[in-house]
T-cell receptor
Framework: GDSVTQMEGPVTLSEEAFLTINCTYT??????LFWYVQYPGEGLQLLLK?????DKGSNKGFEATYRKETTSFHLEKGSVQVSDSAVYFC????????????FGKGTHLIIQP | GAVVSQHPSRVICKSGTSVKIECRSL??????MFWYRQFPKQSLMLMAT?????????EQGVEKDKFLINHASLTLSTLTVTSAHPEDSSFYIC?????????????FGPGTRLTVT
């Protein structure tokens, strides 16, 4: 079956540091890939997505590129802020898109001032 | 963006009782709703998918008689945990997608923390 593996946290960085959260996946066919973010006390929000190989999703300074050859979708940001502290989930949908998401375990990111 | 609410946000119940959790799409019509369960420090696990007016489709290993799902309207789905036991304690999250939504995009509710004593 489908699965998503992402680096476990917590990841602690200083403000303005470079961020990478690794995500790799196993799926049948050609999945669509997502990063969701969960701020404290709130529901999951879609951060960015990519629906085919070599697509780059971007939002709020975050980027991730769909790499089919390495089955990866690593999340990056050049300069993190304290407000980026949250839990980040990598996820995928395979098949026709009518199915639920398969999630990674989540990475807790802590940004210190 | 689209808003999904859940009620209650927290519930504590005694073993053997039933608990109903509501999931509402506030500003769009949700043709499909999903129910997930999240254990501490674990990923979200899909429990079931429900389409408005149809029976829910349950994932392997999820007891459909224990976790009753109803999606009677385009804005409301309910999850009822019947005869709850301590092992049912978890964080339950719903999501919705629907008419006019970007393909594949699901909007998540804030979750419901269930504690069974």
């Amino acid at each position: 079956g489908d699965s998503v593996t992402q680096m476990e946290g917590p990841v602690t960085l200083s403000e303005e540091a470079f961020l990478t959260i690794n995500c790799t996946y196993t799926a049948t066919g050609y999945p669509s890939l997502f990063w969701y973010v969960q701020y404290p006390g709130e529901g999951l929000q879609l951060l960015l997505k990519a629906t085919k190989a070599d697509d780059k999703g971007s939002n709020k300074g975050f980027e991730a590129t769909y790499r089919k050859e390495t089955t990866s979708f690593h999340l990056e940001k050049g300069s993190v802020q304290v407000s980026d502290s949250a839990v980040y989930f990598c996820a995928l949908i395979s098949g026709g898109g009518a199915d639920g998401l398969t999630f990674g375990k989540g990475t807790h990111l802590i940004i210190q001032p | 963006g689209a808003v999904v609410s859940q009620h209650p946000s927290r519930v504590i119940c005694k073993s053997g009782t039933s608990v109903k959790i509501e999931c509402r799409s506030l500003d769009f019509q949700a043709t499909t709703m999903f129910w997930y369960r999240q254990f501490p420090k674990q990923s979200l696990m899909l429990m079931a998918t429900s389409n408005e007016g149809s029976k829910a489709t349950y994932e392997q290993g999820v007891e459909k008689d224990k976790f009753l799902i109803n999606h009677a309207s385009l804005t409301l789905s309910t999850l009822t945990v019947t005869s709850a036991h301590p092992e049912d304690s978890s964080f339950y999250i719903c999501s919705a997608s629907g008419q006019g939504a970007v393909r594949y995009e699901q909007y998540f509710g804030p979750g419901t923390r269930l504690t069974v004593t």
